[in-house]
């Protein structure tokens, strides 16, 4: 099961581990750092693979490679509109079109309910089309303009009918704060029922659900309040003592923010609240709407804007479709707030088909097509161009190409991206011989193997072995900033800017030999402290490698501390990029362990990067990471759960749900089946990966002749 988010990846393991124990097969968790490959080849059970679009393509490559795609009974892939999406939708389209390739007996399904053109996506997976309108509560749209409220009708001439108006009255001093109108909207449906209000940025998030608390009564307070208390108790423990000052004002209120800039901690515990209805609103970016399952009786959408840009068609349905609680409401409704200025542009918004899904593997340079000949060269799935080009021809980029690419055919694409390959020291051509003459055929290079093992993108594999290179003239031991730098993330360098003072500051606190490892990188003393005094650089030093030598000492303050907050506080930086630098890091650890396996020069990694990974992974001290290994238990589930006596895996696969709920404080009896039922998958799926390890170990080889029985030793195996 592909899947677009690690968040969904996990709901979905803990939503499905229930049903693995009851009907007896394995759910594995591919998502971040997760996931064995090749899996685990199971004798006695079958398994289910959750994964997110990287991980799902990772595991299509590594069962390729073994001979065991045909293993794949099902594959099933939701928001399949994915394949749209950047570099995203390239690896999808890259793994859907070698799972058609290489295997006859594997059914793919995909799922999207904001597709259009998929006459495309027919012809690409060769596949029937089913579509429904059936939904299970009704869906009412309105867009609200000044105080009048519009119907969607796509009867009407402008595509709008009017519907009422407001009927609330706001103070002169209201109407400045609240021109949009906002808390009437949501004190027509708050406390009783539940509302999201989208907002384009994560400031206007914590900014709309602030201004909304001003305004609304004291009777607020009092609905459900104990439990809201509890809530910010259990908030404030996850940030050991730090709560978010906004939140603290909120949530008394019923209402909290929800955007990236949350730890997973908080996000989790903001989502359970919200879906047991201790919070009735929450103010939320566009993230939400294609995440974890939080309906609404109401949607209202603060803008047709996500930051700066206007809304998709498919973005405005996606927010949209979280109105309206299945068993709950017998209707849902949305309400677009729009200015006179946007009115066309939302016409065509709200009436207007959903846009293509195009393919992308030119975008970004040819990144995606790039990969895809380099894994299909390496997998030995096309060895020479004009079995590549076949391949090809089965792509959904092939049923599009005179939209994408209309000057250049297939086959000068596939000659140009080869010859790009050979210029990288990727693949090479090689003579071989066999019965039927000789020929040239394509292989790739141990680099080109490296690369495409781990993952690694295209445009920054050869700086990535150019660094592990340097690092091995002379890896510093004494602690694990060396290796922390060499793990942390290319992809996250843009996005950081240093605070020149803390920057130092931190310096200053590493050891003399850690000192040298930031020399040895290309940062040395002299630079930095030229830049807190505002003195002129002398030496030309690589942005990148200051930017990146930064967040290695946000990762290494981490590691040490264990605490996001106090980290995110001591470099200023919001906590929920600390935490998503923190995940891609131990995803990227993770790659960089899978590219060096494949290189012999590397060797000295290898056992070094596996216990980085871990500690990247679940950064906390050691005795909660067995407890962290059960999917949905972060760091505040696993403290409360090792206090109360839950130490291990066993003890908690053990657990009687009942008997958890009494112990352990506000945790509903849903969350403690939950938990279980994961540590019981965990363990099982431990256990039989141990046992067929021993099996494999014992089976003796067939051409061997039989033990000894003349000696007075025996070994038994039982």
């Not at 004190?187 to 608390?213: D, G, Q, R, W, Y």
């Not at 929920?576 to 131990?586: E, H, I, K, P």
Request: glycine share 6%; net charge neutral; proline share 3%.
């Amino acid at each position: 099961m592909i899947l677009p988010y690690v968040a969904i990846v996990q709901e979905k393991v803990r939503g499905l581990s229930t049903f693995g124990v009851e009907l007896d097969f394995l759910v594995e968790e591919y998502a971040g750092s997760k996931g064995r490959f090749p899996p685990i080849k199971r004798r006695s059970r079958n398994s289910l693979y959750i994964a997110t679009i990287e991980k799902g393509h990772s595991l299509t490559n590594s069962l390729i490679e073994t001979g065991r795609i045909s293993d794949l009974g099902l594959v099933v892939v939701d928001e399949l509109h994915m394949l749209g999406e950047g570099s995203r939708g390239a690896i999808l389209e890259m793994t859907l079109a070698k799972l058609l390739y290489t295997s006859k007996t594997t059914q793919l399904i995909g799922m999207s309910a904001t597709l259009n053109n998929f006459g495309d996506l027919q012809q690409f997976l060769q596949a029937e089309y089913y579509t429904n309108n059936f939904r299970p509560v009704e869906l009412k749209e309105y867009v609200k303009v000044r105080d009048s409220i519009y119907e969607v009708d796509s009867r009407a001439e402008d595509g709008l009918t009017f519907s009422r108006l407001l009927n609330y009255k706001y103070s002169r001093n209201m109407q400045k704060i609240d021109p949009d109108h906002l808390i009437a909207l949501v004190t027509e449906v708050i406390p009783t029922n539940s509302c999201l209000v989208f907002c384009p940025t994560k400031k206007n998030c914590e900014n709309v659900a602030e201004m909304i608390c001003k305004y609304l009564s004291k009777d607020y307070l009092s609905h459900r309040g104990s439990e809201k208390a509890t809530l910010l108790k259990d908030l404030r423990s996850t940030g050991d003592g730090i709560l978010c000052p906004v939140l603290k004002r909120t949530i008394p209120f019923g209402l909290a923010y929800h955007h990236s800039g949350l730890t997973s901690d908080e996000r989790k515990l903001v989502e359970e609240a919200y879906s047991a209805g201790v919070l009735c609103l929450l103010a939320c970016t566009s993230t939400l709407a294609a995440g974890v399952n939080l309906p609404a009786r109401r949607v209202i959408l603060r803008a047709p804007y996500v930051a700066r840009e206007f809304l998709k068609r498919a973005q405005y349905k996606q927010m949209i479709g979280r109105a309206g609680r299945a068993g709950i409401d017998t209707s849902g409704e949305s309400i677009l707030i729009i200015q006179e200025k946007d009115k066309r542009l939302v016409h065509d918004l709200v009436s207007q088909p959903l846009e293509n899904c195009y393919s992308n593997l030119l975008s970004d340079s040819n990144k995606g097509i790039l990969s895809l000949f380099l894994s299909l060269i390496g997998l030995k799935i096309a060895r020479t161009p004009e079995e590549i080009h076949g391949f090809i021809s089965h792509t959904l980029f092939s049923v599009q190409q005179k939209h994408l690419s209309a000057e250049k055919d297939l086959w000068d694409i596939t000659r140009e991206s080869l010859e790009c390959l050979v210029e990288k020291g990727l693949i090479m051509q090689k003579l071989v011989s066999d019965a039927e003459g000789s020929q040239h055929v394509l292989e790739v290079s141990t680099l080109g193997r490296a690369t495409y093992k781990g993952a690694v993108d295209l445009s920054c594999c050869d700086l990535l072995y150019r660094d592990l290179k340097d690092g091995l003239e002379g890896l510093v031991l004494e602690s694990l900033l060396h290796l922390i730098y060499l793990v942390t993330p290319y992809d996250m360098i843009t996005q950081c800017k240093p605070d020149w003072m803390i920057y130092f500051g931190q310096f200053n606190q590493l050891t003399a030999t850690e000192q040298k490892v930031a020399a040895s990188v290309g940062v040395p003393e002299s630079f930095l402290a030229r830049k807190i005094s505002g003195q002129p650089v002398k030496r030309a030093v690589e942005n990148g490698v200051v930017n990146r030598l930064y967040l290695t000492f946000v990762l290494y303050s981490l590691l040490k501390e264990t605490n996001i907050w106090h980290v995110s506080q001591k470099f200023n930086m919001p906590r929920g990029f600390v935490q998503n630098l923190l995940a891609s890091a131990a995803s990227f650890s993770s790659c960089v362990l899978n590219f060096c396996e494949e290189l012999d020069e590397f060797w000295c990694y290898k056992a070094l990067l596996m216990e980085v990974t871990k500690k990247l992974t679940y950064c906390v001290k050691t005795e909660l990471i067995p407890l962290m290994e059960v999917t949905g238990v972060l760091e505040a589930r696993a403290k409360q759960l090792y206090n109360a006596g839950y130490t291990s895996l066993a003890h908690l696969a053990n657990a009687d749900p009942e008997t958890m709920v009494k112990v352990m404080e506000h945790m509903s009896r849903r969350q403690a089946k939950q938990i279980v039922s994961s540590a019981k998958m965990l363990l099982s799926e431990k256990a039989e990966a141990l046992q067929e390890e021993v099996e494999e170990l014992l089976k003796l080889p067939t051409d061997l002749p039989g033990p000894d029985t003349s000696s007075e030793g025996h070994i038994v195996a039982e």
